[in-house]
């Protein structure tokens, strides 16, 4: 073997360096190949506009292989946002090419980039080009298409930010400039903001208006300082009717693209122009801000969102679905996402999408055994640790029974009804295995545990008392 090794091309062999040398390429070429056709699925699913401003500016890392494929963006901010949105997404499309694919990683390519994979080389027929991953994205980014009021869900966590979103996108002079909005991560900012800006240029066809993130915003001045034209980057924010910038929290710190910023607030306000801004917590709270521009955010109308209740929750996740009428989901099913991913709405989305793809991908009917199977490690890292003996509290306080009795041996309805849904909500909001509960309600078998279960879905669906009671008391749980 070691002759072998040793033989040179003059006799008419290669070497094993040469041999893996082509491997390489060839698996480059393969994964390359599979990259544009995931780039050309997600730009049909995710449509044209979505997919410029956050997707096209993915490049394939050259390096990359059949185990780990390597994707870069040219900003971190920008790798955060396909990372929370597209992650399982790739994946799958990925290994839908490529079944060996066991993970991608998306990364934040440096200013000296490595080489990369160019979309443009990866044919079927042709190698891998090196093509540069600082390539910007696109310079005014469109408003997302799914994101508009018709789909926003109203309750009363969000409906004054709603209304002042609406007020804001009103033809005439604004009611109130700025507009800031604040709230957690994932809980709807983005969205209104992209709505006010649909709204806006529907109504004023001639109008222009730009939706710009607070770390685009400092990327752009910071160019132009360098480049010697800050006149250009100013007369073309300034010169908007409508100007939005979102995530504000994060050029804290940053003194020169502050003082910018506050000079971009003055001119909004003193033209009377609309000016809207996004972050995750209330002016007066950011952190590493000069007190004399909180104090010209909060001049304006500020609202905020709060978390997302459960009824919203739920709320949602059927709005989500008349997007995507060819999924049948139980409603069991939706009760599940929304009682269980509780932390922002953004996760609630994610849960249903990559819920919905392995479903379409593997060719599976939703049920809920699918969805806890599919979503296991989701649903346990959101859950709030809920006790069978609080569900039983909370079921013998809603049904003024006594908690005793339901884990006695009465079968009369009055007292059989709460146990069952007890069981019911102690199967949906607990991690607890079929024979765990039924030793929890009086020793009983898993078998009458599966009778409750399956008998409360089917009361749901058709009593509106026993609906509204297991509603209740998952809200109460969830609190």
Same mark, same amino acid.
């Given at each position: 073997?070691?002759?072998?090794?040793?033989?040179?091309?003059?006799?008419?062999?290669?070497?094993?360096?040469?041999?893996?040398?082509?491997?390489?390429?060839?698996?480059?070429?393969?994964?390359?190949?599979?990259?544009?056709?995931?780039?050309?699925?997600?730009?049909?699913?995710?449509?044209?506009?979505?997919?410029?401003?956050?997707?096209?500016?993915?490049?394939?890392?050259?390096?990359?292989?059949?185990?780990?494929?390597?994707?870069?963006?040219?900003?971190?901010?920008?790798?955060?946002?396909?990372?929370?949105?597209?992650?399982?997404?790739?994946?799958?499309?990925?290994?839908?090419?490529?079944?060996?694919?066991?993970?991608?990683?998306?990364?934040?390519?440096?200013?000296?980039?490595?080489?990369?994979?160019?979309?443009?080389?990866?044919?079927?027929?042709?190698?891998?080009?090196?093509?540069?991953?600082?390539?910007?994205?696109?310079?005014?980014?469109?408003?997302?298409?799914?994101?508009?009021?018709?789909?926003?869900?109203?309750?009363?966590?969000?409906?004054?930010?709603?209304?002042?979103?609406?007020?804001?996108?009103?033809?005439?002079?604004?009611?109130?400039?700025?507009?800031?909005?604040?709230?957690?991560?994932?809980?709807?900012?983005?969205?209104?903001?992209?709505?006010?800006?649909?709204?806006?240029?529907?109504?004023?066809?001639?109008?222009?208006?730009?939706? =710009?993130?607070?770390?685009?915003?400092?990327?752009?001045?910071?160019?132009?300082?360098?480049?010697?034209?800050?006149?250009?980057?100013?007369?073309?924010?300034?010169?908007?009717?409508?100007?939005?910038?979102?995530?504000?929290?994060?050029?804290?710190?940053?003194?020169?693209?502050?003082?910018?910023?506050?000079?971009?607030?003055?001119?909004?306000?003193?033209?009377?122009?609309?000016?809207?801004?996004?972050?995750?917590?209330?002016?007066?709270?950011?952190?590493?801000?000069?007190?004399?521009?909180?104090?010209?955010?909060?001049?304006?109308?500020?609202?905020?969102?709060?978390?997302?209740?459960?009824?919203?929750?739920?709320?949602?996740? @059927?709005?989500?679905?008349?997007?995507?009428?060819?999924?049948?989901?139980?409603?069991?099913?939706?009760?599940?996402?929304?009682?269980?991913?509780?932390?922002?709405?953004?996760?609630?989305?994610?849960?249903?999408?990559?819920?919905?793809?392995?479903?379409?991908?593997?060719?599976?009917?939703?049920?809920?055994?699918?969805?806890?199977?599919?979503?296991?490690?989701?649903?346990?890292?959101?859950?709030?640790?809920?006790?069978?003996?609080?569900?039983?509290?909370?079921?013998?306080?809603?049904?003024?029974?006594?908690?005793?009795?339901?884990?006695?041996?009465?079968?009369?309805?009055?007292?059989?009804?709460?146990?069952?849904?007890?069981?019911?909500?102690?199967?949906?909001?607990?991690?607890?295995?079929?024979?765990?509960? @039924?030793?929890?309600?009086?020793?009983?078998?898993?078998?009458? =545990?599966?009778?409750? =279960?399956?008998?409360?879905?089917?009361?749901?669906?058709?009593?509106?008392?026993?609906?509204?009671?297991?509603?209740?008391?998952?809200?109460?749980?969830?609190?």
């Amino acid at each position: 073997m070691r002759g072998m090794q040793k033989l040179s091309a003059k006799e008419g062999c290669v070497t094993v360096t040469q041999v893996q040398a082509l491997e390489r390429d060839g698996m480059e070429a393969a994964v390359a190949k599979a990259w544009s056709h995931v780039r050309a699925n997600l730009r049909r699913s995710a449509g044209q506009r979505l997919f410029d401003q956050w997707l096209k500016p993915v490049v394939l890392i050259e390096g990359s292989d059949a185990e780990i494929v390597r994707l870069g963006l040219p900003s971190a901010f920008m790798t955060q946002w396909v990372k929370n949105h597209y992650a399982e997404r790739l994946l799958l499309e990925f290994r839908s090419q490529i079944p060996a694919v066991r993970s991608v990683s998306i990364e934040t390519v440096a200013e000296e980039p490595k080489r990369v994979l160019s979309a443009a080389a990866a044919t079927a027929d042709s190698a891998p080009v090196a093509a540069a991953a600082t390539a910007a994205p696109a310079e005014r980014p469109q408003f997302d298409p799914r994101f508009t009021f018709e789909r926003f869900v109203i309750d009363a966590t969000n409906r004054v930010a709603c209304n002042a979103a609406k007020a804001m996108a009103e033809p005439g002079a604004p009611r109130f400039s700025p507009l800031y909005l604040h709230a957690g991560t994932g809980q709807g900012k983005t969205h209104l903001m992209h709505a006010i800006g649909h709204a806006f240029l529907e109504a004023n066809p001639e109008a222009t208006a730009i939706y =710009v993130t607070a770390e685009r915003f400092m990327f752009e001045f910071v160019q132009a300082l360098r480049n010697k034209d800050t006149h250009a980057f100013k007369a073309r924010l300034r010169s908007v009717d409508l100007l939005m910038i979102d995530d504000l929290q994060f050029i804290g710190g940053k003194d020169a693209t502050q003082q910018e910023f506050f000079h971009t607030v003055n001119e909004f306000m003193s033209s009377g122009k609309r000016l809207v801004i996004a972050a995750d917590r209330a002016p007066q709270a950011l952190e590493g801000f000069e007190p004399r521009l909180a104090g010209r955010l909060a001049s304006g109308l500020v609202a905020d969102i709060k978390p997302a209740e459960l009824e919203l929750r739920r709320a949602i996740v @059927g709005r989500k679905l008349l997007d995507m009428p060819a999924v049948t989901m139980p409603h069991e099913v939706m009760d599940l996402l929304a009682a269980r991913i509780t932390t922002n709405v953004r996760e609630l989305e994610g849960a249903l999408n990559r819920l919905v793809a392995y479903a379409q991908l593997n060719g599976e009917v939703i049920t809920i055994d699918f969805a806890t199977n599919v979503l296991g490690e989701v649903l346990r890292s959101a859950q709030r640790r809920i006790t069978i003996d609080e569900i039983q509290r909370a079921v013998s306080a809603h049904f003024e029974v006594k908690q005793i009795d339901l884990i006695s041996e009465r079968r009369a309805v009055a007292i059989a009804r709460p146990r069952q849904i007890a069981m019911y909500l102690a199967k949906r909001l607990t991690t607890r295995s079929l024979p765990e509960i @039924g030793r929890k309600f009086g020793n009983r078998d898993h078998s009458t =545990v599966i009778h409750a =279960v399956k008998r409360i879905e089917e009361l749901r669906g058709k009593d509106v008392e026993i609906d509204t009671a297991v509603r209740t008391l998952m809200r109460t749980l969830e609190g």
